[in-house]
């Protein structure tokens, strides 16, 4: 049976490899965290149907590979995409350092009205912390991101990340800041009636096969 769903977005999760993007997506999807998690080739998929400010909202989410080797196949993937984790590991100052530059390739190859939440990950590992959260906490305030500490491994605020992104998506679709019609902006309509109260009057409706994801 096919899921029926108000809207879809299309998320990234970037950052540095070895961050726990993963592990994140694994935990969002499954609710458990990911065992010997390899680095991801090239790019992984999952997909989650949530309820955001009464909507049903279909995320479909594209965990990029973090390795410098991978960058030119990873990038394709960024257009059109509504949201996105920029992740990067709280015990490691070097996935702390290279944020800027997944944060440049975010704003320049998807859409440039990308919502971005900042996910400072294994947060259950604060005993090595390298990375304080007033830190991340001023740089994210910095760039205009949204901001939390999150745990893979026992689920803390995994599952708040992804919704804080799409509630923030629904709320500027609410406000007409972003616009499902507009190509490249990574949101979709999943109903038709929906779509259709959207359009002006005489508009005939599009075709109904919009996405069998």
């Not at 694994?26 to 991801?40: L, P």
């Not at 893979?152 to 799409?166: D, Q, R, S």
């Not at 507009?182 to 005489?202: A, C």
């Amino acid at each position: 049976m096919s899921e029926t769903y108000d809207f879809l977005f299309k998320f990234l999760v970037i950052g540095s490899a070895g961050a726990g993007k993963s592990c994140l997506l694994h935990q969002f999807i499954e609710t458990k965290f990911k065992q010997d998690s390899n680095h991801t080739i090239g790019v992984e998929f999952g997909s989650r149907v949530v309820n955001v400010g009464g909507k049903t909202v279909k995320l479909q989410i594209w965990d990029t590979a973090g390795q410098e080797r991978f960058r030119s196949v990873t990038r394709s993937y960024y257009r059109g995409a509504a949201g996105a984790l920029l992740v990067y590991d709280i015990t490691s100052r070097e996935t702390y350092n290279a944020l800027t530059n997944w944060l440049t390739d975010a704003r320049t190859l998807a859409s440039p009205n990308i919502v971005i939440i900042l996910c400072g990950n294994k947060k259950d590992l604060d005993a090595d912390r390298e990375v304080t959260f007033l830190e991340a906490s001023r740089f994210a305030q910095e760039n205009e991101l949204m901001f939390l500490e999150t745990s893979a491994l026992t689920g803390e605020n995994v599952e708040e990340a992804f919704l804080k992104t799409a509630r923030t998506i629904l709320n500027k679709i609410e406000s007409g800041e972003l616009d499902p019609e507009r190509m490249g902006s990574g949101i979709q309509y999943g109903d038709s009636s929906l779509r259709q109260l959207r359009q002006p009057r005489g508009t005939p409706a599009q075709t109904k096969q919009q996405c069998n994801c």
